[in-house]
């Protein structure tokens, strides 16, 4: 951690005009060398983050650094950080060739240089033969290539990619996945990623942070941040959860409707109205006497690994489990889960209270 | 930044001061009641009156609005079934070649049609006048309709065409409830391009027209070639009001009919 | 689809206006060109041309032309580019636009008055110490009108094409790092030459037959071909050199299309694939 990280966001504002902000006072650091994704609903901000990396716009207030120096008034093209777009932004009068070579050529670089990285890097994403083509005779995923191409031949210290995958369909943007994440490893570059999609973000990621309505709501590795969401917003964009509204009996006790259940929470307020988070593959389907709650089965879906099933509770609460075994539609039956499975969330909880808590825990658990 | 955005303002600017001020310039001097456009002496509008007593000038006034109107409108006509032939000709080749005769006038300099068509009147023996002026007036305006028209016949889903058949329609009926709504703003727009031409054009008039017949645009040259009169001035002045008026009607129709596009083909 | 009678009954208009109006006026000019004043059949007009007088005037044309398309371009561009970046473009641009819809010959007389020996040009010189200059007549008011008259021509096109143009292509040039003017000439300027092009073939072919800005501001002078075609009907009353001249005209017309054609690779290279 002693090393100076490769960016700093340091209160960084954003603004269009008067009304419309689209960042308010954002403080991050970035680590060398590892893949982070920006994640969270379109116009959460996470695109303009992007783009004040890349230098196509400015803050309006706070400071950015890279490698420790400010460079809120540097220019994109003096920036040592490269960008995959959405959309490729592949020039399309250049062939393949002229578009990977861009870069090196506005370097100013030796004809054989040039041609030694272009190949190479071609050869990186596995389009090697494909330097003569036109791009409109590229498919969607070889575009793809090239920009990534056309991004790495210029040894960059950053790359940005913005919704690279959108435009893919599902097979291809599961195989690009693997690929992106291998070659970051590969390279051993910083490579920031931002999508909304949040499958994408936990499948790839050293490290995600989850933005909202211009704010980091939580940051953290993908497991951290699916086991523990900091609150409803989290919880409800990663992944699929069951969000009730409880209340803190007292250490290790919180009671949902009329029923107390165990938990591992510790140190909050006696009594603290707080929200609730099961994952549906933590609850488990077991027969009415045995299971810690009744709850009776509305629909009943086969998704091909599991079922998914819409199960409603006596205060009307609607719990999603997914379960390999089957129920009956219009039966009654348990559910079970073990005091971990439950999440308690504190309301307006920061991010530092919320880590601190969870820390606290952790020693605890360690020393029981 | 600041700086680069300010001299494109101010170059902005000066491309829109140069485009407009000869044309203020000209209605400026329309109120002088000194004989010429250089000293401004007092307010008048002795120059607008003597637009208007002029009857030989309201005469040609009325002439080029007649010949705009009709051969705009007889130009659309023609011009839209040129179009329906032209998208629904199967031979791609044809189909080809007729779009490219078509686009001859359009490209071809206003003397060559001017000259040629001079030649042609003179040899079938059509007296040059209105009935010359007219024709031609027709017959260059015919290509801009069909470039207006086509587009939205190729943008229409030609399963419109067969959810129509299927629900029953005769074939003009598909063309009269279906076809026509459906390509209205380009007829629309078509019309108002033809009538533009007709009213701006000078050459190929100036070359078509007789002794006894003229348009605005042709007096205009023989007046400004005897040298400068106020009273062109003043009609610059009216002219500018009714251009622009045309303008924003236009602006309308065409904003209209921009956005429902089904709202024609429900009717 | 159409039964052929249907088919045929409402074309009937439209082709009759082909053959009569396309194909029958250019045959009678290219047929006119072998007559000379008195009727007879001869090669003579086509000799005519190659003279001095006539190659003299086909240049000085041309010349004209390149001076007001260059002119015109020069102005168009940033014009158009500047367009593409205010808030209200497409206000902006029908504000353009309106100008050349006011009658031609009125703006042409305007500039009679402006650059009279009384104008307000000349009044402007006059306070700076100038003495009163002719300025009408001369080969610097034509260039200058002409170009007055077709810059909204040679600005659509470009303001049209700049205006497809995909931003990020422009975001991912600076992110390689290239500066503005190497975005500019390597990336921009590549990808709207087709609006260039556009804006080159509205303002050249018709420079090379203007004649009426020529008889009203560069004086009597026949320097343009059209001015050549419209004195051999009118003035002179000999077609066939006049319909000679026009023969010419339509090749150097062919010829700039030609050149200036669109080619297929660029038509859909804004970028948005």
């Keep these: 951690m002693s090393e100076t990280p490769i960016i700093r966001f340091e209160n960084v504002t954003k603004h269009y005009d008067a009304e419309t902000t689209v960042l308010t006072d954002i403080n991050f650091e970035l680590e060398r060398g590892k893949f982070y994704t920006l994640l969270g609903p379109s116009g959460c901000g996470k695109t303009t983050i992007l783009r004040l990396i890349a230098g196509f ?73 494909y330097e003569n083509r036109e791009i409109a005779e590229m498919s969607g995923g070889q575009r793809q290539r090239v920009a990534i191409a056309r991004a790495i031949v210029n040894d960059p210290e950053i790359i940005l990619l913005d919704e690279p995958l959108s435009a893919l369909d599902l097979k291809l943007r599961s195989e690009m996945q693997y690929e992106l994440r291998e070659l970051q490893q590969r390279l051993g570059k910083t490579f920031i990623f931002v999508t909304h999609d949040q499958e994408e973000a936990l499948a790839m990621s050293d490290e995600i942070f989850v933005l909202n ?103 009307g609460n609607e719990w999603l489990v997914h379960s390999t075994k089957k129920a009956e539609v219009g039966a009654f039956i348990g559910l079970d889960f073990d005091p971990e499975a439950i999440h308690v969330m504190r309301l307006n909880e920061t991010e530092e209270e919320f880590d601190k808590r969870l820390e606290s825990y952790g020693e605890d658990a360690y020393a029981n | 930044m600041e700086r680069t955005s300010k001299t494109a303002k101010l170059y902005l600017a000066l491309i829109f001061i140069i485009l407009y001020a000869p044309i203020l310039y000209l209605i400026f001097y329309s109120f002088n009641s000194g004989g010429s456009m250089s000293n401004f002496e007092s307010f008048t509008w002795e120059h607008y009156g003597a637009v208007f007593s002029d009857t030989r000038l309201i005469m040609i006034l009325i002439n080029t609005v007649i010949v705009a109107l009709l051969s705009a409108l007889l130009a659309t006509i023609i011009g839209v079934f040129g179009s329906l032939g032209i998208v629904y000709m199967r031979n791609k080749s044809i189909r080809n070649s007729l779009l490219s005769l078509n686009n001859v006038l359009i490209v071809s300099p206003d003397v060559v049609i ?154 | 689809m159409q039964t052929k009678n249907t088919k045929t009954f409402y074309l009937i208009p439209y082709f009759a206006w082909i ?129 007055y008259i077709f810059i909204p021509f040679m600005i659509l096109p470009i303001f049209n094409a700049l205006d497809k143009l995909n931003p990020s292509l422009i975001d991912a040039s600076r992110d390689l790092g290239a500066s503005s003017w190497t975005t500019f000439s390597k990336v921009i300027f590549p990808l709207t030459t087709n609006g260039v092009k556009a804006g080159i073939q509205a303002v050249f072919i018709p420079s090379l037959s203007l004649f009426m800005i020529t008889r009203l501001i560069a004086g009597n002078k026949v320097i343009t071909l059209g001015t050549a075609i419209e004195q051999q009907f009118l003035v002179t009353q000999n077609w066939g050199m006049g319909s000679t001249i026009a023969v010419f005209l339509i090749i150097f017309m062919v010829i700039v299309m030609i050149i200036t054609g669109q080619r297929d690779k660029g038509a859909n290279s804004n970028g948005k694939n």
């Design chain 1, 57 to 129: 716009m400015q803050p309006s207030s706070g400071n950015i650094y890279f490698n420790g120096k400010l460079i809120n008034n540097v220019p994109a093209n003096e920036r040592q950080v490269n960008t995959v777009f959405q959309d490729y932004a592949l020039f399309p009068h250049l062939n393949v060739f002229e578009n990977v070579a861009f870069g090196l050529r506005i370097k100013k670089l030796g004809k054989k240089e040039i041609e030694e990285k272009v190949l190479e890097a071609l050869k990186f994403v596995n389009l090697s033969g």
């Design chain 2, 114 to 267: 001017g000259a040629s068509f001079l030649i042609l009147f003179t040899m079938i023996g059509v007296k040059l006048g209105f009935a010359s002026v007219l024709i031609s007036h027709i017959a260059f305006s015919i290509p801009i309709v069909v470039l207006m028209v086509l587009p939205k016949l190729q943008e229409m889903n030609s399963s419109l065409i067969d959810a129509a058949a299927d629900l029953g329609a005769t074939k003009g009926e598909i063309l009269r409830r279906v076809i026509i709504p459906f390509i209205k703003p380009g007829i629309f727009a078509g019309f108002f391009m033809a009538l533009t031409y007709s009213l701006d054009d000078f050459a190929v008039t100036f070359f078509v027209t007789g002794n006894g017949f003229s348009t605005l645009s042709v007096e205009i040259y023989s007046m400004a070639r005897a040298g400068i009169t106020l009273t062109i001035n003043a009609l610059s002045g009216i002219i500018f009001i009714v251009t622009l008026l045309l303008v924003v009607g236009y602006y309308f129709i065409s904003q209209r009919g921009k956005s429902p596009v089904g709202m024609g083909v429900r009717k």
């Design chain 3, 19 to 147: 053959i009569l109006f396309v194909i029958a006026p250019i045959a009678l000019i290219a047929y006119y060109s072998l007559f000379d004043l008195s009727g007879n059949f001869t090669l003579d007009n086509y000799k005519n041309f190659f003279t001095s007088i006539y190659l003299k005037l086909t240049l000085s044309s041309f010349w004209y032309a390149f001076l007001i398309t260059l002119f015109s371009l020069l102005v168009a561009y940033p014009t158009a580019y500047l367009l593409t970046k205010t808030k209200h473009k497409q206000l902006w641009l029908l504000l353009i636009i309106i100008p050349s819809w006011i009658n031609l010959l009125l703006k042409t007389y305007a500039f009679i008055g402006i650059f009279g020996l009384y104008g307000p040009i000349n009044a402007f010189l006059n306070v700076f110490g100038f003495g009163e200059t002719q300025i009408l007549f001369t080969d610097f008011s034509f260039i200058f009108v002409s170009v």
């Design chain 1, 213 to 315: 309505a211009g704010n980091i709501e939580q940051s953290g590795t993908p497991m951290d941040i699916y086991d523990e969401p900091i609150n409803r917003f989290v919880a409800d964009f990663i992944g699929e959860s069951n969000i009730v509204s409880g209340t803190m009996v007292a250490d290790f006790r919180v009671r949902i409707g009329e029923k107390e259940f165990e938990c591992v929470d510790q140190g909050l307020n006696p009594n603290e109205n707080v929200d609730i988070v099961i994952r549906p593959e933590d609850l488990e389907i077991t027969s009415v006497e045995k299971g810690k709650m009744k709850v009776k089965v509305d629909t009943q879906l086969f998704r091909g690994v599991h079922y998914e099933l819409s199960t409603y509770d006596d205060e």
